[in-house]
């Protein structure tokens, strides 16, 4: 019989409950073919170029075609062959940063300060305008600059086209409820300011008082927990929000409506997170695939919503104690026809691709814990489990060469697990049928969790146990 190989990271509290988990590789669907679901593996990551020392907290691929990297407090220009130029230094050297642009400027926020950098003349300077206040995040809309003042419900907008310019009275507040101001963030053309339980919405009406007015009725009974994990993709805006009842579920708007896409398991792994403010979130597309990173902040793995198939899954990278840590990747662009992502611990930038194996050359753990097996409690023996591997992606030679698949079984919920077994996918070029394994043993409920290690192509389109 065929069994549910394809799923979502589903963990629970209790584990006997359900211990579904996908690390490293993630679900897909077709309508035609032999199989409608399968598993592929997550994208390796191979290095771009180096850009200072210091952890990559944020990148920025201008519409001019220019990209930009914060590394530590140093700000890099990097160029299409890999080289980094450095271009200026920020004050706060850890935290999360954001950064925007108008036709001439780049903007920079490290949470306290502004900065501006000039195309034209590489100028880069920390804005001394007396009338700015601390500032926690930065939009641009309409060539304004756009922050929100620390601690306050404030928000202050620029001179147009100009950021290092502004005026005491160019400010308004977010009115409908008494929170803070965590982020504001330019979503599909309107200005979206996020509190502590609350969101609105603001256009620019170009008023001549002051350009900007709140939408009417454009008011979310939700606020932000993390203010640097709200994106705008897919005719969407996501966020990790938190209301008057609690905090750390993920919310996707269409319109003003939002709704919850994160499931019990996955809040429970966010709400079990270290600093929830400090989560960050990153997106891309990939092979008709929108996908949605959460990183940071404490989580034990990365946790990635995929849009398109509306499943979770995790990444992950694998330490030298052979433990699972947050994916290495801290931000993404996609610049120069590459997905370029910054490493959380360096300078490192990376190229993510389908057609990479490895993380920097570091093996990628990917496993799948099945969901329970029981019927009634009877005692069932388990004859064989049949994996339907793509085979024959072995390397030429070294490492991968042989690539094998690992088998583990549970009999008390996913709580012990047995020694592994393995099985061979295929040497380059030998397409055998199947991946088996045999003799499996008896018991009232049996879990299965399969994982490779090999820097091969890892794909399955089918599992079936008789």
Known sequence: MKIGLVGSTYQERSLPFNAQRTVNAFPVKTKKGKEVDALYGTPGLKEFCIAGSGAIRAEFYSSNGRAFVVSGSEVYEIDVAGNATLRGTIDQTQGNVSIDENATQLGICDGQSLYIFTYEDNDFSKVSDDDLPLCGSLAVIDSYFIVNKNNSGQFYISTVADGANWAALDFASAESSPDKLLRVYNALGQLWLFGE????????????????????????????????????????????????????????ARGFTPIKVSTSAIDYAIQSATNLDDIRAWSYQMDGHYFYVLTGGGLKTSLVYDLTMDEWHERAYLNEEGKYEQHLASSHMLAFDKHLVGDRNSGKIYEMSMDVYSDDGNPIKRERIYTHISNEDKYIRYNNLVLGFETGVGLQS?????????????????????????DSIGKVGEYKDKVRFRRLGIAEKMTFRISMTDPVKFAITGSYLN
């Open 197 to 252: 339980r609350t969101t609105e919405i603001w256009s620019n009406t170009g008023a001549a008082s002051f350009p900007f007015e709140r939408i009417a009725g454009a008011k979310i009974e939700a606020g932000i927990v993390a203010p640097h994990t709200v994106i705008a993709m897919d005719s969407s805006v996501f966020w990790l929000g938190r209301d008057k009842f609690g905090s750390g579920i993920v919310l996707r």
């Open 398 to 422: 070294g490492h991968g060469s042989d690539p094998k698949v690992s088998l583990q079984m549970s009999k008390d919920g996913a709580r012990t697990w047995s020694d592994s077994y393995t």
